[in-house]
Structures are given as C-alpha cells and as structure tokens.
C-alpha cells in the first residue's frame, strides 16, 4: 500500500496554497472508494484535506484537480460547469477505420443498474462522413443530456487506433460510452469487456484551467508505460 508522499511523488505536476493537480495512476478512486486506492482518503488519512474539482474513472489515468482550501473549490468546479476548462484525453480504441477527425453527437441517459447509455436504440445511430448523430425523433423518453465528443485520430494499427479525445461536455462515463456505442469501444474497457487483459485505454492527457489568483495554467501529463503499451508504435514524445 503506497503512502500519499509515494503517490504524491512524480505525479504531483503543480501545488500551491488554493490547488492540488495530480497525475493520477489507473486503479485508484478520486474519492469514494470504500477501499485505500482512493485519492482523497489517502491524503486525508495523511492529514491533508482535498475537495476534488472534478472526477475522471477509477481506470483512467492522467490529470486531476483538486482543491485545497473550501473556499478555492467552488471557482474550481465552476469552470468546469461552464465549459471554461480544456480537457484532451489519449484514447487507445479498438478497430480501426475512424476518420482524421471525428464528432460524435449522441445523447446520454442513466438505464438499469446506473448503467450510462445512448438516449436512443442503437440502429438509430447514424454516420454521415465524420459525425455521428441521432434523429431527435429517435431518442428515447425520460431524462437524457445532450454529449459531444470530439477526435483527432494520432496513430492506427493492425486492430486499433489511438486518438486525442475532447469531450465538449463532461458526463459520467462519456467518452467511453461514445466510442463504444459507434463500434470502438476502448481497449481493455471493463465497462464492455469481461475481465479484460490490459488497463483501459484512457488516459487524462492535457488540462488547463485559470487558478483563483487569476493565472493561467496548461498542463500535460505524458502517458506511463502501462498505457504506452497500448500503442507500443506511437512515439509519444
């Protein structure tokens, strides 16, 4: 079990008195976890309190935001609910055929077992060149929230491709639940496979976002081996 110096150790990209960003390993919890892979226990357990900014999946790794003082936490979480922040992920997605770039425009909604889904039947998927869609007259009853995600294709192999993913909206399980609903689910994906034999091909890539002392940060964290094996011919440097 890792102690929070261990986990804070190469993976803390900046730090002052208002904010926290870490570059967070695939397997650990932002919070929640009845478990101790999870972030915010950990550093709480140390005797450092963190209000998370936002959350990316247990699986995924990458860039994460975190608050360190109250009262910093609501600027923090109000640029993400207003689209202010820019996030791009690394996706390792299965099969290939996906265009240089891409728009994937589907609805979300929450089913059985709070299970995220397209608001619409499958078949009512539609591709036209590099945007996927649904007729309105297609989705589905009940609660569902508008998604887009777009791509940029960086690499393609035997049966995979690699792509810089930004969500311009930010739901639960979004960028998985897109790719995999238009035949491209990511590599090792529990959410669609079972017991797959690789870590999921997420990877929370670039995030900048404007510090509540008004500076302006864009950040990068470069992908660790795990995930770099996903796409053992792309040069990520």
């Known amino acids: 079990m890792e102690t929070w110096d261990e986990l804070r150790d190469g993976r803390e990209l900046l730090r002052d008195d208002d904010l926290l960003v870490l570059d967070k390993p695939a397997g650990w919890s932002v919070m929640g976890e009845r478990h101790d892979t999870d972030v915010v226990r950990l550093a709480r357990d140390a005797g450092e309190t963190l209000w998370p900014a936002h959350r990316i999946d247990k699986v995924t790794s990458g860039l994460v935001l975190f608050a360190r003082r109250l009262e910093a936490h609501g600027d923090l979480t109000r640029q993400f609910n207003d689209r202010t922040v820019a996030k791009t992920y690394l996706a390792v997605a299965t099969g290939t055929g996906l265009p240089e770039r891409g728009t994937i425009d589907l609805p979300l909604s ?69 790719l995999a609903w238009i035949g491209h689910a990511l590599v090792g994906d529990p959410l669609f496979a079972t017991n797959p034999p690789t870590r999921t091909g997420l990877h929370a890539w670039r995030l900048a976002f404007t510090g509540p002392d008004g500076t302006r940060h864009d950040l990068v964290a470069s992908p660790g081996e795990d995930f770099r094996e996903l796409a053992p011919a792309y040069d990520f440097s």
Do not use: C, M
């Open 110 to 178: 929450v089913g059985r077992k709070n299970r995220v889904r397209i608001a619409a039947p499958r078949e009512a998927i539609t591709r036209d060149g590099d945007a996927w869609t649904v007729p309105d007259d297609a989705v589905l009853p009940g609660d569902h929230y508008p998604s887009t995600t777009a791509f940029e294709r960086l690499w393609v192999g035997d049966e995979r491709t690699l792509l810089a993913v930004t969500p311009t909206t930010g739901r639960r399980h979004q960028i998985r639940v897109h």
